[in-house]
Nanobody
Framework: QVQLVQSGGGLVQAGGSLRLSCEAS????????MAWFRQAPGKEREFVAT????????AYVDSVKGRFTISRDNAKNTAYLQMNSLKPEDTAVYYC???????????????WGQGTQVTVSS
């Protein structure tokens, strides 16, 4: 079992920045691919970014490329999502997730954080 606890998020104006954190406990953090998903009101949860177990590989949804950066610190059991140049359409509840596989598919992720609200005002 892996427990994921998120922090960060909040309200920011368009063009601003936020950083989300996801701290893991339980089994060895470095065994898991980590990812961020988001869910806007009335929409399905969508993939945002993922990072491999050693941090050597990352992948992003096209809409955030060049603006968001996923990273991890295995010594601190923590994954991060740095979000720059935020847009109103980035408004959503953001979730971190852990998987044994490097994947952008929601169903491949077994463990989820509690979610954190990000609101971008225009």
């Amino acid at each position: 079992q892996v427990q994921l606890v998120q922090s960060g998020g909040g309200l920011v104006q368009a063009g601003g920045s936020l950083r989300l954190s996801c701290e893991a406990s339980g089994r060895t953090f470095s065994l898991y691919t980590m990812a961020w998903f988001r869910q806007a009101p009335g929409k399905e949860r969508e993939f945002v970014a993922t990072i491999s177990r050693n941090g050597g590989s990352t992948a992003y949804v096209d809409s955030v490329k060049g603006r968001f950066t996923i990273s991890r610190d295995n010594a601190k059991n923590t994954a991060y999502l740095q979000m720059n140049s935020l847009k109103p359409e980035d408004t959503a509840v953001y979730y971190c997730a852990a998987s044994a596989h490097f994947s952008s598919r929601r169903n491949d992720y077994n463990y989820w954080g509690q979610g954190t609200q990000v609101t971008v005002s225009s």
